[in-house]
């Protein structure tokens, strides 16, 4: 079945730094999403991507959908102590399930 | 307000028990699923409802039984549960029709048998 690679695994930075993660698949997505997850939490939709090559913010977040759809990053701008949480790519190769990534652990100096 | 909800938040029980957990939302929305987030907080998918009806049933043990009375419920049931049934148990929900995109949380059941 379909794979997501998620890198790095963990980010340990200073506040105030810019953060960037990424998803690769072997396979191409039709859609890509970003999600957050906190301790004792579920995970929360950050940002959805439905096109090759879109590129979409929320807030101090931006994320890009891959050209050849096999790929997506999530960039964090002057990251904040409450960006603390696992991130996690998923994705939907067609009308199936979403397959998520492993996640990356950030976690910031204040 | 809550958009989906879960219950209980905690669960701990022995092994050779059955438990249910129950989801609801909220939202509107036609689909509704049951992730397992283990230990390395890897999560994936067990099943998936449309409108009550059976559409993703991945590799689960038959012991995991959903149950879905009408399109805003999905309840998860396990019989004899086993010590690697322990996980964190979520809900989810999406609108449309098969399985689709924006998948909206629980707030997670965290599943301990001892």
Known sequence: GQQLNQSPQSMFIQEGEDVSMNCTSSSIFNTWLWYKQEPGEGPVLLIALYKAGELTSNGRLTAQFGITRKDSFLNISASIPSDVGIYFCAGQPGLDKLVFGAGTILRVKS | ?114
């Not at chain 2, 509107?28 to 009806?53: A, C, P, R, V």
């Not at chain 2, 559409?55 to 039984?65: G, K, L």
């Not at chain 2, 086993?82 to 629980?106: K, P, R, T």
């Open chain 2, 1 to 114: 307000d809550t958009a989906v909800s879960q219950t209980p938040k905690y669960l701990v029980t022995q092994m050779g028990n059955d438990k249910s957990i129950k989801c609801e939302q909220n939202l509107g929305h036609d689909t509704m699923y049951w992730y397992k987030q283990d230990s390395k907080k890897f999560l994936k998918i067990m099943f998936s409802y449309n409108n009550k009806e059976l559409i993703i049933n991945e590799t689960v043990p038959n012991r995991f039984s959903p149950k879905s009375p009408d399109k805003a419920h999905l309840n998860l049931h396990i019989n004899s549960l086993e010590l690697g049934d322990s996980a964190v148990y979520f809900c989810a929900s999406s609108q449309g029709g098969l399985v689709s995109y924006e998948q909206y949380f629980g707030p997670g059941t965290r599943l301990t048998v001892t």
